[in-house]
């Protein structure tokens, strides 16, 4: 019985480790980025103060995620720069006296990569999106405060997701 049991579990994990997906490093090993730079996003939204936010959200994705290591400038092979561009608040769902109860936060961003030696231009796209719905709990500037860190959480997850793969 205690065999069974300790091949059974051998088999578990061996599944578990082969099969979980996850990986270090470029899906491409030959892919010539392995280092990073990340300098501050600018912001051309209207809304304020979103730049450090954003910033530290997008390496901390980096980070995770593990396939380029996040470095200074000099030690960079690539540098990626992204721009804030879009701020939208939409409404979603009302109640019976037509009041708005649920919106739809949408940070919208252009990103681009490029060579750090040579500020080529590798991949870019004009329009990552990240995007939240939040309902109206407290006040709407309350409830869109804690919204925003969601959203750019999310923004970050695409911007690591499209420039890993280049799609």
Same mark, same amino acid.
């Given at each position: ?12 994990? !061996?599944? !578990? ?29 209207? #809304?304020?103060?979103? #730049? ?20 200074? =400038? ?27 109860? =649920? ?27 990240? #995007? ?5 709990? !407290? ?20 911007? !690591? ?7």
């Amino acid at each position: 019985m205690k065999r069974m049991r300790a091949r059974t579990a051998a088999v578990l994990a !061996v599944a !578990v480790l082969c099969g979980c997906g996850y990986r270090l490093g470029s899906v491409n090993p030959d892919d010539p980025i392995k280092t990073i730079y990340i300098p501050q996003v600018k912001n051309r939204t209207t #809304e304020p103060a979103l #730049e450090a936010r954003a910033t530290s959200r997008i390496v901390t994705a980096f980070q995770v995620d593990g396939t380029y290591m996040v470095v200074n =400038e000099e030690d960079a092979d690539a540098i990626l720069d992204v721009t804030l561009a879009t701020y939208n608040r939409s409404a979603l769902r009302f109640d019976k006296n037509d009041i708005t109860r =649920e919106y739809r936060l949408t940070i919208g961003a252009e990103v681009i990569l490029r060579d750090a030696k040579t500020r080529k231009v590798l991949w870019s796209s004009k329009r990552v999106e990240g #995007e939240r719905a939040f309902f109206v709990t !407290v006040t709407l500037p309350q409830s869109e405060r804690i919204a925003v860190p969601l959203v750019l959480d999310d923004l970050a997850t695409h911007i !690591v997701e499209r420039v890993t793969e280049r799609w």
